[in-house]
């Protein structure tokens, strides 16, 4: 059974950084795409940022861009989320997602991914 587990979260000041980490097993990794979405108290779940199989790819949010970056580490079969200059509308819980290996779908649509983590909370204090 394919298994993704997020770490990273906690709480944090705004303008303070985090950096998310998902960890896959159980997964052909270097054939997904690889996805982080958020969902906040209240609202629906969201995309926030996308990596290709190779890594050569990145895609994000615009609410998220020029602050976080996603990056992918193919021999730890691991994805991570550096969150920069955090502000309070960035509290949500995070969700690591996986597209089926060799899959190419849309990477902003939640429907497209096919497995997912538990969620991690962040919490960022004004």
């Known amino acids: 059974q394919v298994q993704l587990v997020e770490s990273g979260g906690g709480l944090v000041r705004a303008g303070g950084s985090l950096r998310l980490s998902c960890a896959a097993s159980?997964?052909?990794?270097?054939?997904?795409?690889m996805g982080w979405f958020r969902q906040a108290p209240g609202k629906e779940r969201e995309f926030v940022a996308a990596?290709?199989?190779?890594?050569?790819?990145?895609y994000y949010a615009d609410s998220v861009k020029g602050r976080f970056t996603i990056s992918r580490d193919n021999a730890k079969n691991t994805v991570y989320l550096q969150m920069n200059s955090l502000k309070p509308e960035d509290t949500a819980v995070y969700y690591c997602?996986?597209?089926?290996?060799?899959?190419?779908?849309?990477?902003?649509?939640?429907?497209?991914?096919?497995?997912w983590g538990q969620g991690t909370q962040v919490t960022v204090s004004s």
């Open positions: 159980r997964l052909t990794f270097s054939a997904c795409a």
């Open positions: 990596i290709s199989w190779s890594g050569g790819n990145t």
């Open positions: 997602a996986a597209m089926s290996p060799y899959y190419m779908g849309s990477y902003y649509r939640q429907g497209e991914y096919a497995y």
